[in-house]
């Protein structure tokens, strides 16, 4: 749809959409160029009329804390998705059970377990994503993911529909699930156990602690760039890359973590297509050595 025609058709709408955004700053790469249409909703009313209207005219994107996506440097011809600060809230349906925005981050859920002495959560704290996000891709470490502490998700379509899936009824498997791409997360109920918070804390200490001495810290980079191979090879992804790609290889400023080889790092002034070339290079470069094909784990937003 021409830009004037969605203006027309958006107009009451306005004062939360910007028109041509910039999404650069929107994503932990630090790449990408503009979206037709950036939305951000502050509450769920105002998401469902908001779909109603647009009709799925659109290709519809959601981002989060954009912490796992690479952005297209061109238009993205379509409308962006960020959710407001109504889906950023926290609350204890009872003791041991949580309600969380599909906003909130990730660590911000397993700070406030912590504080209700919830435990459970605590490997939420080392990734560096959003609630909604984290169910998307059934985010994981260090031995946990979080479908072993969800008990629900409230989603809408891109038609405005809302309803809530129990997670007994998601099928769940590494870093992905059976939910339709159509989808978007809008809050989530996990359960926790009991445990003294001091221990819940000792045990968040020691995950950061981990995570610090193995991953890169404070620079442009989105996180693990493919998932670990299952059934294929008892070696993780990041030494397969490591032996089958040079350790010094380059695209423009897109380039391979000297501290972990599935992290790739943005210099200065990567492009989408520096970053884009360096992924399919290590990709290429794993099959032809070991035969195996890995998957992205990042999500690539372009047109």
């Known amino acids: 749809m021409k830009i004037d025609n969605l203006k027309k058709l958006l107009k009451e709408f306005e004062n939360d959409i910007i028109f041509n955004a910039d999404l650069k700053k929107k994503n932990w790469f630090n790449i990408g160029g503009k979206a037709k249409v950036f939305y951000k909703p502050a509450e769920l009313k105002d998401l469902i009329k908001f779909l109603k209207v647009l009709d799925n005219k659109e290709k519809i994107y959601t981002i989060g804390a954009g912490s796992n996506t690479l952005i297209t440097d061109e238009v993205f011809n379509g409308v962006v998705i960020k959710l407001g600060k109504n889906f950023n809230r926290l609350s204890s349906l009872s ?40 169910i998307k891709m059934n985010a994981g470490c260090f031995g946990n993911e979080i479908k072993d502490i969800l008990i629900s998700v409230q989603v809408i379509d891109k038609i405005g529909n809302v309803s809530s899936i129990p997670s007994n009824k998601i099928n769940f498997d590494y870093r992905t699930n059976n939910l339709s791409e159509d989808l978007i997360f809008l809050s989530a109920s996990f359960k926790g156990k009991k445990k003294d918070s001091k221990n819940i804390l000792k045990t968040m200490k020691e995950l950061k602690v981990k995570k610090d001495n193995n ?36 695209f423009g400023d897109a380039c391979i973590s000297k501290k972990h080889s599935n992290f790739f790092i943005n210099r200065g002034n990567a492009t989408f297509n520096d970053m884009k070339k360096l992924i399919e290079y290590v990709e290429q470069r794993v099959f032809e050595k070991t035969g195996i094909k890995i998957e992205k784990e990042i999500k690539i937003l372009e047109n």
């Open 215 to 250: 991953q890169p810290t404070k620079i442009k980079t989105s996180g693990s760039t493919f998932k670990n191979p299952t059934n294929k090879t008892k070696k993780k992804v990041w030494e397969l890359i490591k032996e089958s790609t040079p350790s010094d290889i380059s």
């Open 95 to 134: 003791p041991e059970i949580i309600i969380s925005g599909a906003a909130v981050s990730d660590k911000k859920l397993s700070e406030f377990a912590a504080d209700n002495d919830l435990s459970g959560f605590e490997f939420l704290s080392c990734i560096p994503g959003t609630v909604g996000g984290g």
